[in-house]
């Protein structure tokens, strides 16, 4: 049977379908089976499970892995290794759940025992380890920049049980074990275990109790396994393990062993003489290095032409039409995906926050074309990765009024924009965000194309990062809008809409939604028309707000809206009769926090212009309140903008 099935697929899947794998089971399981047989099963399940998919899926509906790890309470090595190996193939699968190996608490202490065995259960264990700790793949389009979605990762829980299991110091000493197979295993190990963990990689630089081996702590390892005369492998598992201790903070950004050794060695696997796979690997990893920091995106830009090698990544196949096997055309078209997506994530992160690596980026050999062809891509992870490279470079107002008018990215954009998965969805918005500035020349077409209906649509999203997203987008449009695109937010919106996101749990959306509401009230004609049909709505709500538990920017912002309503010619009267309001306008006068002074001060002064009609009624009616007292102690205040504001105020009352 054993000989049968090595190497043939076919003969593996009528094995199964023969029903062999319950029977190979029950023998493994039998007490009364030699070792030998037992092994034998072990050895020929495993052969099974290195078939197709279906054949691991046929496999664990037969629950094996239980069978398995039964198996290695067995004294017997040679058959614990059997089932490790089998373990191992099945785990690596990507239709076996992770959390199968977590099911029972005292499976993870068995194996980390059983790492001390041979040099086969090392490697077997470790690589088991790796599979079943893996978080998704680096993702994040979260820049600090304008605007910043919002998404989540995969929670350490599987990396937090193998710590709390002592798997970094059970597994430190293998890294300078004479085999290269447990050597690499080992690191991959590591790699998973300190991805965006910062409690792992904290343990990995310098814990509590020191973890090292032959006398060296971790990254110094590490940074030995960098060296040109190691493997390419065992080069790029370490720079991922340095870049994801650096990443969770355990080492500065400015340390050289990732400044002169981590970098370097990661735009050395971007070049051409690299395998396809290590140059994805290389420039994936380096776009996560230097995410959030922008002296290593100065640095990497300039290091080896690095934004010119990119280039090359769009350049496989060289010529797709002379491919007849079909195999291969597949391979190659997957291999060309990788590399387009590998290089726009990368290309995203060099431009995350310097103008000049922007402007040297878009200049690079036809990059906006690519980027435009990217975005109608098959592949949904290109696509993905196309729209987060035009999302960083959409930060430059230069490029914003030149490039991308240049090359119409907005129609393209909107494209995306129609029935894209959420993951898309966010960063696409954030990028149509970008695009609907006051300065952009894009604005006017993208809302012509009915983005309203659209970003309204988006405000009404069960996913945080989109209503963020939505508003963001709908407050940039209203900024010294027309009244009509004015009236069409509010009509989009809804009045109950505008409302729900005004009592939003999440402080984003609120105070955007509050930014939307201080824009639509700019401009008299537009605050008295606004207020004369939502007025008592949008009164409710400030109250509400200025009553409620909010931070400092929430209420100032508030205030700041007052003051725009307090600016309208009839709308001002929505103020002066709401003694309610007026209270509040008072208190905030004299608040502890200078923001919110000035800002309940410029509602003040434009409630008491005596320029405009009816200024002495509000005059007295405010100096009754006291109001006139404040201002008195406020032009004694040894803040200048306070002092200044309370002066030019009670002037209005000596005019």
Not at 43 to 61: F, I, Q, R
Not at 392 to 420: C, E, G, I, Y
Not at 502 to 526: E, I, Q, Y
Request: glycine share 4%; aromatic share 4%; proline share 3%.
């Amino acid at each position: 049977m054993k000989n049968a099935v090595i190497g043939n697929n076919k003969q593996k899947a009528n094995l199964i379908v023969l029903g062999a794998v319950p029977r190979l089971l029950y023998l493994l399981q039998q007490e009364t089976s030699s070792t030998e047989l037992r092994t034998e099963c072990a050895v020929v399940l495993g052969s099974l499970a290195m078939g197709t998919e279906n054949n691991v899926k046929s496999l664990l509906d037969c629950h094996i892995i239980p069978a398995l790890l039964q198996g290695l309470l067995s004294p017997d090595l040679k058959f614990i290794e059997a089932c490790l190996r089998c373990l191992r193939t099945i785990f690596i699968s990507p239709v076996t759940p992770e959390d199968l190996l977590y099911t029972d608490a005292t499976v993870i202490s068995h194996l980390m025992a059983l790492l001390s065995r041979s040099r086969y259960t090392q490697e077997y264990i470790c690589q088991i380890f790796s599979h079943c700790c893996k978080l998704q793949h680096w993702h994040s389009c979260g820049f600090k920049s304008l605007p910043q979605p919002l998404l989540c990762a995969n929670g350490p829980d599987h990396q937090t049980i193998l710590f709390n299991h002592g798997a970094v110091q059970n597994i430190a000493h293998l890294l300078v074990s004479t085999s290269y197979k447990v050597r690499m295993q080992a690191l991959k190990c590591f790699s998973v275990l300190a991805f965006e963990n910062p409690q792992v990689s904290m343990t990995l630089v310098n814990g509590k109790h020191k973890v090292l081996v032959d006398g060296e702590l971790l990254p110094q390892i590490f940074v030995k396994m960098l060296q040109r005369d190691k493997p390419v492998e065992m080069q790029l598992t370490s720079a991922k393990c340095l870049t994801s201790m650096c990443r969770a903070g355990a080492i500065r950004t400015d340390d050289s062993c990732i400044v002169l050794k981590t970098l370097p060695c990661l735009v050395r696997m971007c070049s051409k003489e690299r395998l396809l796979e290590e140059r994805v690997e290389g420039a994936e990893t380096l776009a996560y290095l230097i995410e959030t920091d922008v002296e290593l995106q100065r640095i990497a830009s300039i290091t080896d032409h690095l934004i010119v090698m990119l280039a090359d990544y769009f350049k496989y196949p060289s010529s797709v039409s002379a491919i007849t096997d079909i195999k291969r055309l597949d391979h190659d078209l997957k291999h060309a995906h990788e590399l387009r997506q590998a290089a726009f994530k990368l290309y995203a992160s060099l431009g995350a926050n310097d103008e000049d690596i922007r402007k040297k980026i878009i200049e690079t050999e036809n990059m906006m074309d690519r980027i435009v062809n990217g975005l109608s891509e098959s592949s949904i992870k290109v696509r993905l990765a196309a729209v987060r490279c035009l999302h960083s470079l959409s930060r430059s107002v230069q490029q914003l009024r030149t490039s991308f008018q240049d090359h119409a990215v907005w129609k393209p954009l909107m494209k995306v924009l129609q029935n894209a998965p959420n993951e898309i969805l966010v960063v696409a918005s954030s990028t149509l965000c970008n695009l609907l500035l006051e300065f952009s020349p894009s604005k006017e077409p993208i809302l012509e194309s009915g983005a309203i209906e659209l970003l309204c649509s988006l405000t009404q999203s069960e996913n945080l990062a989109l209503r963020v997203n939505g508003i963001w987008a709908l407050m940039n449009v209203a900024f010294q809008a027309e009244q009509k695109i004015k009236s069409d937010i509010l009509r989009g919106l809804s009045t109950e809409q505008l409302f729900q996101l005004l009592s939003d749990s999440d402080v984003n959306v609120l105070m955007k939604t509050l930014g939307l509401l201080r824009n639509l009230l700019s401009t008299r004609p537009h605050i008295d028309h606004i207020m004369s049909t939502h007025g008592k709505q949008i009164m409710q709500a400030v109250t509400l707000i200025l009553e409620g538990e909010h931070n400092i920017e929430v209420k100032e912002q508030t205030l700041c809206i007052l003051a725009n309503i307090a600016d309208g010619t009839t709308a001002k009267e929505l103020i002066m009769t709401n003694d309610d309001i007026l209270q509040k306008i008072k208190y905030y006068m004299s608040h502890s926090n200078a923001k919110l002074q000035l800002a309940a001060m410029f509602c003040i002064s434009n409630l008491v212009w005596n320029e405009e009609e009816g200024s002495q009624e509000r005059q007295d009616k405010l100096r009754d309140m006291g109001i006139v007292d404040i201002l008195h102690k406020l032009s004694q205040s040894s803040d200048p903008n306070l002092c200044d504001k309370a002066k030019t105020a009670l002037q209005q009352y000596l005019a």
